[in-house]
């Protein structure tokens, strides 16, 4: 497994050049560019904010920057298994030319979403200092740490996704499906006293997704550092995610060029 990730780092001039150029193409002839990873979770958190504000009585200083954080990061979730359905059978050509890594290739499509990401990371660090400063303080210094268990939750998950998604064509369609379930039963954008009052704790208790949004949510929103049970959760999840990953590389790396 050493040899495998020096192998990943050696080739990393290929694969940050293939990020750069995804960027590039996404905001070519933009002129705002990649401010647009900023610019549209705003729009759409104004306006939910607004509507769904009312709706649940949440005062909106705190609800739009819930709604925000729980946008941003559902996004990066939800289209990184999404890209990953895809991003071997995109690269056929460099995996019959060279002979890379084929995990390089689901990091290149994670790690062009993870930098729109932290942009908008850090419009939503700038609204909750501006918006409440009383809650800045030492608790922001898990943030970096929350980042990158959030990339490696992406990473892992795009890359089991692509092994499978060059043997499985429908597999973004049921994705799709699966994540909108998910989405429905999971603090995204509804409060959490929705789930509290009507009985279905449960729901938080046992949902990762709940746990890896409280390691954001806590420093930035509520001024206090994340509980351990959040970080116990998002962490098994990383390294369960990580095993799955693992797994599929060694099975089905080999014959992916039959695939592709």
């Known amino acids: 497994m050493s040899h495998y990730l020096f192998r990943v780092y050696t080739s990393r001039y290929f694969w940050w050049n293939l990020t750069l150029a995804d960027l590039r193409f996404k905001y070519r002839r933009s002129y705002f560019g990649v401010l647009w990873s900023i610019f549209q979770p705003l729009a759409m958190t104004m306006l939910l904010s607004f509507v769904m504000g009312r709706m649940f009585k949440m005062p909106m200083h705190y609800f739009a920057p819930y709604i925000f954080s729980g946008m941003i990061m559902w996004e990066l979730m939800l289209a990184s298994v999404i890209a990953g359905c895809t991003t071997l059978v995109n690269a056929g050509c460099y ?6 890594p084929m995990i390089i290739y689901s990091l290149r499509s994670v790690l062009a979403l993870f930098i729109n990401f932290l942009y908008a990371m ?7 200092i501006i918006a409440m400063p009383e809650n800045v303080g030492i608790t922001y ?8 268990i959030l990339f490696t939750w992406c ?10 998604g060059v043997r499985f064509h429908d597999l973004p369609q049921c994705l799709v499906l699966l994540m909108q379930a998910l989405w429905f039963v999971s603090p995204v954008y509804f409060p959490l006293n929705l789930f509290r009052d009507g009985k279905m704790t449960f729901l938080l208790d046992y949902n990762p997704v709940y746990h ?26 990383m390294a369960a995610l990580w095993l799955m990953a693992v797994f599929s590389i060694g099975c089905f790396e080999r014959k992916t060029i039959y695939y592709v």
């Open 122 to 128: 850090i419009g939503l660090l700038l609204w909750c």
């Open 155 to 164: 990473w892992a998950g795009a890359t089991i996704c692509s092994f499978l």
């Open 95 to 100: 995996i019959h030319l060279f002979n890379h």
């Open 141 to 148: 210094i898990v943030l970096p740490f929350s980042c990158f």
């Open 212 to 237: 890896i949004l409280e390691l954001f949510r806590a420093p930035l929103l509520d001024g206090v550092f994340p509980a351990w049970t959040h970080w116990s959760w998002s962490l098994g999840t």
